[in-house]
Each structure stands twice: as C-alpha cells, then as structure tokens.
C-alpha cells in the first residue's frame, strides 16, 4: 500500500474500473458516469470493488456503505473513496 | 370457479379483489385495480389490431406495467414474448425480428435507448405504456382461445449461435403453474420477493404462482445484497426465488444478513444452476427456519425436478426428483435407460413440455424427440431432451454432471459462445477465438475469451469496449486471453473441451 499523498485516487480507480469491467474499458470515465445502469457493475463487481479498495487504498467498508448512492456514478465512488480516506 | 385454461384466466375476472396484488418500491396494486389496468392493455393492444396468435414484445423493467402486460397480451388474444431490459438494443432487435412481432410494448425511457434500433422493422407498431389508452367505448371482445394455442415465447441461449425462441402453450404455463404452487404450497398467504427477471421462465412463474392463489408478489430490481434482506424483513416476505448469484451475494455480501431476522421466509428455492454446497450449508445457518429447495428445469421443459428440503442435508448437491405431473429419467446414448450412477441425458415428459423452438425446426427436433422408451404405436409421446448429462443414485435421486455441448452458464443465465464470439470478430481485431466458461465458486462459470490476435499489439480493453456496445454486460467475457494458436480436434474444429482442461488443470480453480 503506498503513503496516502502519493496516490492519485481517481487514475488508481479507473484503472481498476477498465480492467475488471469490460464494458467500461476504454471509454472516458466522466463524474456522471453511471456505473450501476444496465448492469454494468452488477451485485457481484461490487464485492470485487469493494475488496480492491480495502486492499489497495486501505479503506475499510463499513456495513452502512453497501449503498446504491456511493456507487451510482464515477463521481458518487471517487467522492465516497476520498471521503473515506480523509 | 372453473380451472384456468387461458395464462390470464389465472388472473381471473375476480377473487381477493382488495388483496394487496403487486407491491413495487412505495406502489402497491389489489387484483381488483390489477384487473382493471389488464382490461385497460388488453383493450389498447386489440384497438392497435392484435389478432389472435399475434407476437406483442414486452421490453419493460421490472414493476406493475409489465406484470399487468404479460396478462393484458394474453387476455388480447396475443402471444407474449418478454425481453430482458438489460439486453444491448441490437440484441433486442435480434428477438423484436426473429419473433416477427406486431407490437412492442415499452416505456418512453427503454423506447428511447432501445426504440432506434427496432424502428425500421416492417409491420411492428411500437406502444408506450405510459401513454398506452383504447379510444374510449371500445370493445374487447370475448377471448377465443384455447390451451393449445402459443401463450409465450421465451427466448434462450443454446451453445451456437444467437437465442433462440422456447415457444410455450397455455396448457404448459397453466400446468407449471399449478405443479410449482403444489409442490411449494403456495397460498393467498404468501408474499413472495420477486429478484430474476420475467423474461426467464423461472422469474415468470413466480408471478404466475402468485396470482394463481391471489398472493402478493414483491418486485424488486436489487443491486445490492442487503437491498433483499430489507424488502423481506420490511414486505414480511414468505418465499424467494434465486439462481445461484443471489445465494453468493445473501451469503457473502450482505451484511445485514447475520443481524437480521427473517421470521417471515418460509421457503426459498434454487434454479438455473447448481448452488455449492457451502453456500448451501451457510444459508441453512443464516436462515435456520427456512426450507430451501434445490429445483432443475430448462425453459424447454418449464421445470423438471426438485429436492424436498428434507433432503438438502443429506444430499446437499442434487437436483432432486421429477416435478409433479412429470417423469424425468436419464437416457445413454445408445437410448438405453441409464443405470444408478451411469451418466445419461436428462429426458423430461409431462405437460410442461415446450411446443420446442420458434421457426427452428431442426433444432425443434434435436430436442423435442418421441419417447425413448415407449415407440408412438403403443402410445409414446413426444418429451424432451435436456442436453444436461446427469446421473441418478439408487434412491432415484438426480446429480447434474455436465453439459454434452458448449454452452456456457453464468449467473443464471445460458450463454451461447458462437454469439460472443461473433461480437469479438467483428471488432476485426483477432485471426480467431473461442469463448468458454470456466468454473466459478460465486457466478457458476465465468466467461473467459481465448484468442488468436491480428497483430502483436491487440488491446484486449478496446476490443471489449467495442463489444460491450453488442452484448449485455453479463455475456461479455472477463478477460481476453491471447495465445499463438488454438487446440484443434482431430477434424480441424476449435477443441473447446482441451481449452476449459488446459485453463482449469493449472488455474486450480
């Protein structure tokens, strides 16, 4: 895991994002990127989501933060992950 | 009050008229308005000259609109074919055309994303619900239809090519819904959570079963884990339905499950694939009062088996045994009844057995086939073969063993490699790839793409970008494996049986 400062949490997100969920991959992730919509990160891409964020950014996910809100959009889990690292 | 015969005779002209019918979000519908909303379709789809025997496509998201759809086609004479909304719109276009529908009932949201790519099709008219109004004083006329007319066509993967149409009788939804209710006792008491989606067969009966006994169905489109527990504590929910994705996602991640109970959930049920037995074993600890039954069935035959949850301990990984009103028994190839513990085809007869495919009449017939064991002289009738290899144990029990062709299922859902990979091709990027499924402890089988580039530097992301424009999101392969070539058989053909081997002996998964 690397020192909080040096990680740039929206490319480390993208990245992850593009390489798990083939349907985001090579598209432009804008904050009112819906991620939820059509099935694009269905029930079981957010357990994987969830699991590199405590794994990769160190963020532990709390029971109240399986929500719909945090996940809705690019925008919504940039804004839930930096929330949870302040 | 007569047996139903009609799919919407189910329904009925009354009964519970004040029970609570439908329940979506904050909305909730008694059979009475129910009824009413059907007339009101019913009369708008006959106003729109649907003629009996007439394809309506249903491509609506999960709520009252659609449950009240399926009747209303029905009631109309019509034969209803529903579309899964997560469907990309040239896969919509596929089923819309292959099923030469007259109508297609939408909504202005799904019209807009999904409307274009069907707009030029000949002879289709399409209807919004949201505006979706008979010129008023017009008549619906008496429905004349009998059982044996087509009620519904499902549409299913196979392992080539694109889905293909399972088309079911009346007499079929109408037996399968009484076999279902039987075997579950499902009363006027129930109120059962609705998660898969009604262009399934599977997620179909319960809103078949549900209103047959005038229960309440819950429908819920969940995203996450604990969004189910919350609508069967808050709704007091009594049955739910899963494939085994939704059993994954109860046991793994749902936190709330653990703390919460469920008095209420008196029985769940497995379909669409085999649920591990640790997961089995889990849920029986997380909802210790609840009866858990282990079903079998392919939309071809509706429904086939199931295990008595007085028998999920002891044998936690089989499919059980033939439905009610049915006879399942496991044929080698030489069509022969297959001995305890020798593999066999699955083969299915009763009066849930399809009318077979939509305009395929060869792959009609390499399903539907006279009975094996009767020849028609001496009163054998037509069943049907499963393609799913199983053996039986000495107490007549079955186990699913394996396909004997490629398809692959994933979440549920049967997946046809051929489709995936003729999406891949035609993003001209590679020389050739096979697509296959490989096994999964959470999803069943992941689809995974093993391919022959064009040139050394494929981007692999790009290919599935272009491809996720194609295909829904849960047919689209993980990952896109290069390799300098593909296994062959010893007649030149893609030796997909020796890619799954190479992948699953060193991948250890």
């Known amino acids: ?86 | 009050m007569p047996a139903p015969v009609l799919t919407h005779d189910l329904l009925g002209d009354s009964g519970g008229d004040g029970r609570v019918a439908l329940i979506h979000d904050a909305r909730h519908i008694a059979y009475a308005e129910l009824r009413a909303l059907v007339r009101r379709y019913a009369s708008a789809l006959h106003a729109a000259g649907l003629k009996r025997g007439d394809r309506v496509a249903i491509l609506l998201p999960k709520s009252i609109e659609e449950c009240a759809a399926i009747f209303a086609v029905s009631r109309a004479g019509g034969v209803f074919v529903p579309v899964n909304p997560l469907l990309r719109p040239a896969q919509v276009r596929h089923i819309v055309e292959d099923c030469e529908a007259r109508i297609l009932l939408t909504d202005s949201s799904l019209g807009e994303s999904h409307g274009a790519a069907v707009v030029d099709l000949p002879g289709l008219t399409v209807l919004d619900t949201d505006t979706l109004q008979a010129p008023c004083g017009h008549d619906l006329p008496a429905s004349e239809g009998i059982g044996e007319d087509l009620a519904a066509i499902l549409y299913t993967s196979g392992s080539t090519g694109r889905p293909k149409g399972v088309m079911l009788s009346h007499r079929n939804l109408v037996a399968g819904t009484r076999i279902v209710r039987s075997y579950l006792h499902i009363n006027s008491a129930d109120r059962i959570l609705s998660v898969l989606p009604l262009s399934f067969d599977y997620g179909l009966n319960q809103l078949l079963t549900a209103v047959e006994q005038r229960a309440a169905l819950v429908l819920l489109n969940f995203r996450f884990g604990d969004e189910i527990v919350r609508a069967i504590r808050d709704h007091e929910c009594t049955g739910l339905a899963g494939v085994p994705t939704v059993w994954s996602i109860l046991t793994r991640a749902a936190p709330l499950l653990p703390k919460t109970p469920l008095p209420s959930l008196r029985y769940i049920t497995n379909s669409g694939g085999a649920v591990p037995s640790a997961t089995t074993a889990r849920l029986r600890e997380l909802l210790s009062s609840t009866r858990i039954f282990l079903m079998y069935g392919l939309t071809e035959a509706f429904r086939s088996t199931y295990l008595p949850p007085e028998e999920v301990d002891r044998r936690p990984t089989s499919i059980g045994k033939a439905i009610p009103e049915c006879e399942v028994f496991a044929v080698t190839a030489d069509g022969q009844r297959a001995a305890p513990g020798e593999p066999g085809i699955l083969v299915h007869r009763g009066p849930t057995v399809s009318l077979g495919y939509w305009k395929r009449p060869e792959d009609t017939a390499r399903v539907l086939r006279p009975n094996p064991l009767i020849p028609p002289s001496c009163g054998g009738d037509t069943v049907c073969y499963s393609g799913d290899l199983v053996t039986q144990d000495e107490d007549g029990f079955f186990y699913f063993v394996g396909r004997d062709d490629a398809m692959i299922k994933s979440s549920g859902y049967r997946i046809s490699p051929t489709e995936v990979e003729e999406v891949l091709m035609a993003t001209g990027r590679f020389r050739q790839i096979a697509v296959i499924g490989l096994p999964d402890a959470i999803i069943g089988q992941r689809v995974h793409a093993v391919a022959v580039g064009r040139s050394e530097t494929i981007d692999v992301r790009e290919a599935l970008s272009a491809a996720s424009e194609k295909l829904a999101a849960f047919m689209l392969p993980r990952d896109i494996e290069l390799v300098a070539e593909l296994p062959v058989t010893p007649n030149g053909k893609i030796d997909y049986k020796a890619l799954v081997a190479e992948r699953v002996g060193h991948a250890g998964c």
């Open chain 1, 1 to 86: 895991m690397l020192a909080p400062e040096q990680i740039d949490v929206r490319a480390v997100v993208t990245d992850y994002l593009r390489d798990r969920f083939p349907a985001l991959a090579g598209k432009p992730l804008e904050d009112t990127t819906p991620l939820l919509t059509g099935g694009l990160i269905d029930s079981l891409g957010i357990l994987d989501l969830t699991a590199f964020l405590a794994e990769r950014l160190g963020i532990q996910i709390a029971d109240e933060d399986f929500e719909p809100d945090n996940f809705e959009s690019f925008g919504r889990l940039i804004a839930f992950v930096e929330r949870r690292r302040s």
